[in-house]
Nanobody, 124 residues
Framework: QVQLVESGGGLVQAGGSLRLSCVVS????????MGWFRQAPGKEREFVAAISWSGSFTYYADFVKGRFTISRDNTKNTVYLQMNALKPEDTAVYYC?????????????????WGQGTQVTVSS
């Protein structure tokens, strides 16, 4: 069974940085495309960033381009989201997701596995 466990969330001031991590159990992590999504209170879950199984391709939502970076280490079964220049509107629960394909973009239905989420709060 595949499990995804996020960590690294917390409270940070506007302009600050956080790095989220997502550890994936299972021996086939390197064959999964991975993504990060977020959900703010009262809003729908939205796409943040995605990375191909090899790490060669990445894709970002427009509102995080230039601020967030997704990466992965297949030797550690881990995907990361480096978040810089954080804004109060980035406050949300951030979810890691895995897709049984080479690459997936922002469609929620493309992802087969989901973590429980980690809270990110950005104060003004």
């Amino acid at each position: 069974q595949v499990q995804l466990v996020e960590s690294g969330g917390g409270l940070v001031q506007a302009g600050g940085s956080l790095r989220l991590s997502c550890v994936v159990s299972g021996r086939t992590f390197s064959s999964y495309a991975m993504g990060w999504f977020r959900q703010a209170p009262g809003k729908e879950r939205e796409f943040v960033a995605a990375i191909s199984w090899s790490g060669s391709f990445t894709y970002y939502a427009d509102f995080v381009k230039g601020r967030f970076t997704i990466s992965r280490d297949n030797t550690k079964n881990t995907v990361y989201l480096q978040m810089n220049a954080l804004k109060p509107e980035d406050t949300a629960v951030y979810y890691c997701a895995g897709a049984k394909r080479d690459f997936a973009k922002g469609e929620l239905y493309a992802y087969d596995y989901w973590g429980q989420g980690t809270q990110v709060t950005v104060s003004s």
